[in-house]
């Protein structure tokens, strides 16, 4: 298998997780997202996935993009570790809690969003990072609501799930843009907690080839 993704692109993250987390081997093919105006865009890569973003799946002769639609697809083929439960109710609930973080919030806090906001309409550093604390605070407040409800040591009981391959990758973003997450405990329980997992430190950003050097130490 080629996972073609961004070392910092929350859906090729959470692709990551999902790989590590299944034991899966496979190459990575780094695609740079603003080097040269962004190589997502270049024709050869939007052969693989024409609306230019990452991450894309190849696996033989077959080719998928979108996260969630590659993440269900390993679940599917490798389910001996199971990301989404067979019970129809924890399913929807695992299903509600990745959403909250993978439609609701990452697109609009996303590189190409943030850079219309700052290229296209003239928006200030300050306007910009403001509009990023709103809509994190915005969907981590309903979050936390949520764990209450569901959580153990992962966001539904003590099994890791696409819940919580999807929270990660958005606390890692609310943590790069300096967003006070005190207000939020049980979101950081469920995130130390995660990070402690092998799965979870392997797939971090920085510890991809291609991560800036600076993001590496």
Known sequence: ??????????????????LHLKELAFDYVPVHLVRGGGEQKQADYKKLN????????????????QSLAIIEYLDTLHPDVRLIPTDPQQ??????????????????????VL??????LKVTDETRLAWIHHWVNT???????????????????????????????QVYNAKRFKVDLSPYPKIMA????????????????????????????
């Open 91 to 112: 399913a929807a609930i695992v299903r509600m809690l990745a959403l909250d973080m993978a439609a609701e919030l990452q697109p609009i806090t996303n590189l190409r």
């Open 1 to 18: 298998m080629k996972l073609y993704g961004y070392w910092r692109s929350s859906a090729s993250y959470r692709t990551r997780i999902a």
């Open 139 to 169: 969907t981590f407040s309903a979050f936390e609501q949520r764990l209450h409800q569901h959580a153990g040591s992962c966001c539904v009981g003590d099994t890791v799930s696409l819940a919580d391959i999807c929270l990660v990758p």
């Open 190 to 217: 469920v995130y130390k907690h995660l990070e402690s997992l092998a799965a979870f430190q392997r797939a971090r950003p920085e510890a991809q080839p291609d991560a800036e050097p600076d993001a590496k130490g």
């Open 50 to 65: 024409p609306i230019g973003l990452v991450p894309t799946l190849v696996d033989g002769d077959f080719t998928i993009n």
């Open 115 to 120: 850079q219309y906001l700052t290229g296209t």
